[in-house]
């Protein structure tokens, strides 16, 4: 198993409402095709969709798609009218500007960024004309990791919708004959690590040559409808392999670049020494603890004869389950099982030492040489005695591990520190994985121990001609191990032109001894099939290049202390994302759609522009959906004393409007059932007071309930679900769905939560200073796309409520004046005068015009005291 690609499809409408007694019909995918490329490991995927709007009147489309954190993305391009409208690859914070430009001009516009957790999120929206089509062109690119033996190229489709004309098309080119081509069943997420027999019986596998395969899945709609009424969900995947041997391996030379493929088979497998790091501290109590003990007794049940094992837990304190290690057998492993199953949560956490003692263990390890350590750490990572600071135990661990023998982490729990547990898998070359409460621990871990655990040789170091000169820019070419079943990639570019051979050599310690192998690959040999597409695969080893150099910089910055280092590591891999035009997490791609304006003409930029969800690693806003029809909302911000800011479709300016409130009150921010989100702000004092002599008030608190999940937010502190965030924090945190970064814009921190269906807070902390009496906090609705027209709240009314503005002329002040109407179904039409102010944005300060009403607008609801609830944590 190996190599996965999600791949999810999601193409709705959001605006399906009644309109003159009809219920508009929903846009149609009719058209959804997804075509891979995979030339020597590399795989080009094209994801091609169109949709119809059947309806009388425009619509909202969203295109959306997930990929995993291999992948970057390289190209999209929209569709519409005969107009095409491509993306461009920015540094994320101009991308941003672009974004926030078009944005302001009342444009769809949206941003393509990824995100560094498992799977990167992919997403924009349209407005698609009555009786429109839109075609949407997404390009992604990775390089398939080999685990277990083979190749597995995974895509997940899941259009919720049965699609006339829906086509997967695989085609592989390889340097070897493949082996083992098939398609097994289609399968979910939580099956993707376990074998299912049989194959895929509406997949057609067709083999022009030896080298190559052609894999085509057609299914109709009588078949997509046996699998449910809203079509095929699921995995689709392909798994191959090529025949090799014991070699030094493959290299491949295009245009100087070079890719050096080792795997060599049929070497027997290195005994190991395991320890098993285990957190039995009170955090881990519950569901936690009973899934590292799943977890645990699995790797156990999965030891080898002739691997060694010991237990370290730790709580406040440590104990080792055995003096030295212990052979693996089946007596031993029951024993040890039995004691796994005995073990009780309580006390601090001291991950510190647990890690220091662990590597010291190993490395006095007896007959080291001539075995492979690994650790595994399993844990929630959140260290609270001994040593807490995370940054110093980094550096520690990193020093006591001078053997630099792999730790693999697993995380457990929504309110594990992953970002901390994933720093310690990469510092020390593991892998993390995060384990989910919701699901059976035991799938989620199949088959990682035997994944990561199965070393036939440690050690590995790769040397390239004798001249290393005439090699430079090479990828990383040492390597711990290198694990049964897999693959080590190493790119570099051959400077010297003269060069006609080029020679390497492979060397590492296995089972038996020293092992070295050797390679003289003659650059004018063209046995490799001949490149003859244009474009990507003209220049395909320098873009395998490209893309293993930014990976592993990424990788490096990760587990990188020092903040000048880091800083350069990172500005190495952004330079190489905006040349070769990829979306990593240095980047984003911004595509913006020009809108037809509420004026007798109709303009158009000539370029446009689509934009992808930032990395919450970045410091970019989350993306903002456009939806529904003119005169509803789509964003809006609260702040100030209290102000609020809300921007409607239709309007060239947003509304702005005030609400008094009194210290100890508590607003009702948005409250929308369908999604689970509501959001309640308390109000606070300032002790400064206005013009009328009222008491200036701010909001001190917010609260979000999200489903079951509670998170606190004030000027101070920042807790979710008990666990508490800093306001300080650079990294992103990954809770459950629900995606946590704080950022800093123009000097102030701002806290942007993704929930994960398409709605994005952003909260901005306002530290007091000057005259400033108090500190407060700002809430803006960045993407309320995944919110129902039912939302009700401050800020959720205008989801329902139909707003548009008539300009009145002049007042004595000379501002130009505006009748709001506010029409709403079954309440008769209100009028408000507003004029236009500037006033300032609730995120970035930034002063804009807006239509100012003051507080006309809260007294055409039906009730003002709706905007007001008795207690801060009501649903």
């Not at 892998?431 to 035991?442: G, N, P």
């Not at 390239?464 to 090479?474: F, R």
């Not at 666990?723 to 704080?742: I, Q």
Request: glycine share 6%; aromatic share 8%.
């Amino acid at each position: 198993m190996s190599k996965i690609v999600i791949l999810y499809l999601c193409i709705a409408a959001f605006n399906v409402h009644q309109c003159a007694g009809q219920i508009l019909k929903k846009p149609r995918i009719y058209y959804l095709h997804v075509m891979s490329d995979i030339r020597f490991r590399f795989a080009t995927t094209l994801v091609t969709s169109k949709v119809a709007n059947p309806a009388n009147t425009s619509q909202e489309v969203r295109f959306d798609v997930t990929l995993p954190n291999e992948a970057f993305i390289s190209d999209f391009q929209m569709e519409i009218g005969g107009k095409i409208y491509p993306g461009e690859v920015n540094e994320k914070v101009a991308a941003q500007k672009k974004y926030d430009a078009a944005k302001k001009k009342g444009q769809s516009a949206g941003q393509v960024k990824q995100k560094p957790r498992n799977t990167n999120r992919f997403s924009v929206e349209v407005n698609v004309g009555a009786q429109e089509k839109v075609v949407f062109n997404l390009t992604y690119q990775e390089l398939l990791k080999r685990k277990q033996g083979s190749y597995e190229h995974v895509i997940y489709i899941n259009p919720k919708q049965i699609v006339a004309d829906f086509q997967i098309h695989v085609s592989i080119e390889e340097s070897r004959e493949l082996t083992g081509v098939r398609v097994p069943p289609i399968r979910n997420e939580l099956e993707q690590n376990l074998e299912i027999k049989g194959d895929n019986s509406l997949a057609v596998v067709s083999r022009p040559t030896t080298k190559s395969a052609r894999i085509s899945y057609s299914p109709s709609e009588a078949d997509q409808r046996q699998d449910s009424e809203r079509g095929i969900s699921g995995l689709f995947i392909v798994e191959y392999d090529i025949d090799r041997e014991t070699s030094a391996g493959d290299v491949m030379v295009v245009d100087g670049y070079f890719v050096h493929f080792f795997a060599p088979s049929d070497m027997e497998e290195i005994p190991k020494d395991v320890l098993l790091i285990l957190d039995v501290s009170g955090s881990m109590y519950g569901t936690k603890l009973k899934q590292m003990k799943d977890a645990v007794l699995g790797i156990l049940i999965d030891l080898h004869e002739g691997d060694r094992f010991n237990i370290l837990k730790f709580s406040s304190s440590l104990s080792f389950y055995k003096e030295s290690s212990v052979i693996a057998n089946k007596k031993t492993v029951r024993e040890a099982k039995i004691y796994v199953k005995n073990m009780v949560a309580a006390g601090g956490t001291n991950i510190n030492s647990a890690l220091l003692d662990g590597s010291n263990f190993l490395n006095k390890a007896e007959n080291f040489r001539e075995r492979a350590q690994v650790i595994f750490f399993l844990t929630d990572g959140q260290p609270s005695s001994g040593e807490t600071n995370l940054n110093k135990i980094l550096e520690n661990v990193r020093i006591a591990n001078s053997n630099a023998f792999p730790i693999y982490s697993l995380a457990f729990g929504q309110g594990a520190d992953y970002n901390f547990i994933k720093k310690v898998a990469i510092q020390n070359n593991g892998l993390s994985r995060k384990i989910y409460e919701d699901s059976d621990a035991t799938l989620q871990i199949k088959g990682f121990y035997d994944e990561v655990s199965a070393a036939v040789l440690k050690d590995v170091s790769f040397k390239y001609l004798n001249n290393a000169s005439s090699v430079q820019n090479l990828t990383k070419i040492s390597f711990p191990s290198y694990l049964l079943g897999s693959e080590i990639v190493v790119a570099g570019k051959i400077e010297n032109n003269d060069v006609k051979v080029l020679d390497l050599s492979v060397e590492g310690l296995g089972s038996q001894g020293t092992v070295e192998l050797s390679l003289s690959a003659d650059l004018d040999d063209n046995s490799f099939p001949e490149l003859t597409k244009p474009g990507d695969y003209v220049k395909i080893t320098e873009k395998i290049w490209a893309y293993l150099t930014i990976k592993q910089l990424l990788e490096k910055s990760v587990g990188e202390t020092d903040p000048t280092v880091k800083e350069d590591i990172k500005k190495q891999a952004l330079e190489l994302s905006l040349k070769y035009k990829f979306v990593t997490p240095l980047t984003s791609m911004v595509v913006v759609k020009p809108e037809k304006k509420e004026t007798s003409s109709v303009e158009e930029e000539d370029d446009a522009v689509a934009d992808s969800k930032p990395p919450p690693q970045g410091g970019s806003l989350p993306l903002s959906y456009n939806r529904g029809p003119p005169g509803t909302s789509y964003g809006g911000g609260a702040g100030g004393d209290p102000h609020f800011m809300i921007r409607i479709r239709g309007m060239e300016y947003p509304l702005c409007f005030d609400l008094h409130a009194n210290p100890g009150d508590v607003l009702r921010i948005l409250a929308d059932q369908e999604s689970g989100i509501f959001i309640n702000a308390g109000i606070v004092p300032s002790f400064k007071f206005d013009t009328h002599h009222r008491m200036k008030t701010f909001m001190g608190e917010i609260v979000i309930l999200f489903k079951s999940h509670v998170m606190k937010v004030t000027p101070t502190k920042i807790v979710y679900d008990g666990a508490e965030l800093f306001w300080g924090d650079e990294n992103p945190y990954f809770l459950n769905d629900v995606t946590v970064e704080v950022v800093t814009i123009k000097r102030c921190r701002v806290l942007r939560i993704d929930f994960g269906n398409d709605v994005q807070i952003a909260i901005k902390r306002t530290i007091a200073y000057g005259n400033m009496a108090v500190d407060y906090l700002n809430v803006y609705i960045e993407n309320e796309a995944g919110l129902s027209e039912n939302s009700s709240g401050m800020l959720g009314q205008f989801l329902h409520r139909h707003v548009t503005v008539h300009q009145r002329g002049t007042n004595r002040k000379n501002q130009i004046v505006g009748d709001i109407l506010i029409e709403e179904a079954g309440m008769p039409t209100k009028h408000v005068r507003s004029y236009l102010k500037e006033k300032p944005d609730e995120v970035t300060g930034n002063l804009e015009l807006c239509w100012n009403a003051h507080n006309g607008i809260t007294k055409t609801a039906k009730s003002v005291q709706h905007f007001f609830v008795d207690d801060i944590m009501e649903m």
